[in-house]
């Protein structure tokens, strides 16, 4: 008897954790901050914000919606030194990642992160319920979505506005993301193509499973040069809707010169595969 009810005991518990376990990530909206190494990381639920993050509304034209938006937001650089214990000139010293939950992500450097102290979390829209949809699949920007409030900051390449976005980790670039590195002897065209990779490519793409999962990896299984011909990715770089509506962006701005450096960074990276999740079983 006293043996059953041990049984039925840990079913129960077992039943709690697992109930536990499956609670929906929205219900608990979090943003998160996670310093180096092994510091703690600090993380704020939507109330600990609103309530002590002093919220603000923040209007100005939104290069995304196209159009003038007002958000209720709280001030990134304000909860980014609670959080961190760092100053904002310490904070302007390093680097980052930011992570948005549909697997964007933007390496960024501290200077740019903290220019001005403009850089904001939005939580709400403050004219439609809830947030207005975003982007080419009209999804919600919920929880946070990063905005910047001085009306010349709306470039995208140089100020990016993540959506969803769900956390910031204080990381150098190298840390992240080492086997996109070029090898040391490529040509300095290719460096140029790997400079661009990372400021513009690598928020959706990955090189060798490090990076963005929004576009697919360029390098393995196979890099993109050994089953597309070069002249259709260069055309699908800078605009691939003339092949099919995707949700890859087109890149007009790109020169030929950009083109033929970015081309020649994948090429470098051809015999540079590095793939941990791939085993000849699979
Ligand atoms: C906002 C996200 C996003 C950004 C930024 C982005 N891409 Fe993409 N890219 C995608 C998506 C999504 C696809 C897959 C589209 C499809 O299936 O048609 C894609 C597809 C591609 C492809 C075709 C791959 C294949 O096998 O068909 C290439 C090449 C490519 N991207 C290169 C780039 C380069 C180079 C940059 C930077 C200059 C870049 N992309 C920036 C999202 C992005």
């Avoid at 947030?131 to 995208?156: C, M, N, R, T």
């Avoid at 949700?247 to 595969?273: C, V, W």
């Amino acid at each position: 008897m006293a043996r059953c009810q041990k049984v039925t005991i840990s079913v129960l518990i077992l039943l709690l954790l697992s109930c536990k376990q499956s609670v929906p990530e929205s219900s608990g909206a979090t943003f998160t901050f996670v310093p180096e190494q092994n510091g703690k990381a600090k993380a704020w639920s939507l109330a600990d914000l609103q309530m002590g993050a002093n919220p603000q509304i923040i209007e100005g034209y939104d290069p995304y919606y196209a159009k003038k938006k007002r958000f209720s937001a709280v001030s990134l650089g304000a909860i980014a030194t609670k959080s961190f214990g760092l100053s904002t000139a310490d904070l302007q010293h390093r680097h980052f990642v930011l992570r948005a939950r549909d697997g964007y992500q933007v390496p960024m450097d501290g200077e740019r992160l903290f220019e001005d102290a403009s850089a904001y979390l939005a939580f709400q829209d403050v004219d439609v319920p809830g947030f207005e949809p975003i982007g080419p699949q009209k999804v919600s920007p919920a929880p946070f979505y990063l905005v910047w409030a001085k009306p010349h900051q709306i470039d995208l390449e140089t100020h990016p506005r993540p959506w969803q976005l769900a956390s910031i980790e204080m990381r150098s670039f190298e840390s992240v993301y080492p086997h996109t590195v070029p090898p040391t002897e490529a040509s300095a065209l290719s460096q140029k193509g790997f400079r661009l990779f990372r400021e513009g490519c690598i928020r959706c793409h990955a090189v060798n499973r490090e990076g963005g999962r929004v576009g697919p990896d360029l390098n393995v299984p196979q890099n993109v040069l050994e089953y597309r011909p070069e002249v259709q990715v260069r055309a699908y770089i800078r605009n691939p809707r003339t092949f099919r509506y995707s949700n890859m962006p087109a890149h007009p701005h790109l020169t030929d010169g950009d083109l033929d450096a970015l081309i020649e960074y994948f090429r470098s990276m051809k015999d540079q595969k590095f793939d941990p999740d791939r085993s000849e079983a699979k």
